[in-house]
């Protein structure tokens, strides 16, 4: 009997909301989202994933029981998924939740436990696909733009893939089957943090806050100043830079804002930011479409805003567009890195991430 075509693939990322999770099939060459579930983070999760982010008292012990109550969070989504599914699941594909990424230091820490979580679910489970590619000297992100082009490439057209989780990174498809792609720097990271600190929100919804302010120059300046944006590729960040002290620090300079105003100006940096890269990207090539996923994507505000900044000369649109919705597509890439990872293919692209080679990716916990 062939091996069943169905792959579950779970992705929890920087803005540490929840678990999204799809149900994918990638039978033949297709790949097919069939279903997708959201398993929200308890708040006492959340606060302690949050925690771990810097270093603190204990934190061996409190990350491994983190990692504990994840996988759980990680199984439930699973079951759910499960009772939708057609046939038998093959594998569970699952990134883990990052607290570290220090690829310049040989180490990215996805915590997770998927031992635990085969056991829960009584599926196959890969994990741990981050590891390999900083084994071999890569930045081990961003590793969807391979993804990207499997899905969303199209031959003859220049497309950039812009994903906005807590993070930015983008993907440029060169219609020739080449992928360039890096971390842009902050996506809601800190237009979440602002506004979880000033109005008790998870988000700005639609950039509807953000649109009641005014952008302050003199502080966009200052944030722009970072020498992140101006490293050149292959490069990759996270919280390990882009968090509330390096935030405050640069407000220091800029007293008696508006908070308003400041969730503006952070909405303008993460636009400018994207866009910025977007055009040394294109620069040799223009694109013909830009496709934003994420839950970024959910913000026009911010979506406007990076059409502006590239000045209304390439449509910005959702993958809505392309028929997966925006917040699926992370899911759905590590369901396909999973499937990549059970044909001992390699799920990486050197050019986007640095690594000495191609690799195949994950680790495998059997059932």
Known sequence: MAASSLYIGL?????????????????????????????????????????????????????????????????????QLVALAPGPVRAVAVHGQTIRHRPERGFTRQTNNPALLAELSGLDVIADFR???????????????????????????????????GIGNISVLHGDGRVSGYDTGPGNV???LWIGRHLDRPYDAGGAWAATGSVDAALLDSLL???????????????????????????????????????????????LSIAQAIREATAAQPAQAVYVCGGGAYNGKLLGEIAAALGGAVPVQSTDTLGVAPNRVEALAF???????????????????????????GALYPA
């Open 11 to 79: 992705m929890s990322g920087t803005s540490l909301d929840g678990v999204d999770g799809v149900l994918a099939d990638f039978h033949g060459r297709g790949i097919r989202t069939l279903q997708a579930a959201f398993t929200p983070f308890p708040p006492a999760l959340r606060a302690e994933l949050m925690a771990l982010q810097a270093p603190s008292h204990n934190e061996l012990e409190r990350e491994a029981l983190a990692a504990n109550a994840l996988a759980r969070c990680y199984a439930e989504c699973v079951q």
């Open 131 to 165: 590891s390999r590619d900083v084994a071999a000297g890569g930045q081990g992100a961003p590793l969807v733009p391979a993804f990207h082009e499997a899905r969303f490439g199209k031959r003859g057209q220049v497309r950039v893939v812009v994903n906005i989780g």
């Open 335 to 361: 369901a396909w890195l999973g499937y990549r990872f059970m044909r001992r293919q390699p799920g990486n692209l050197p050019a986007v991430t640095g690594a000495a080679g191609l690799r195949v990716l």
């Open 225 to 271: 100043d970072e020498p992140y944006f101006r490293q050149p590729p292959p490069k990759s960040t996270g919280r390990d830079l882009f968090h509330a002290q390096w935030l405050d620090a640069k407000l220091a300079a800029h007293p008696g804002l508006a908070p308003a105003d400041v969730q503006a100006t952070l909405t303008r940096l993460t636009a």
């Open 190 to 192: 800190l237009m979440d």
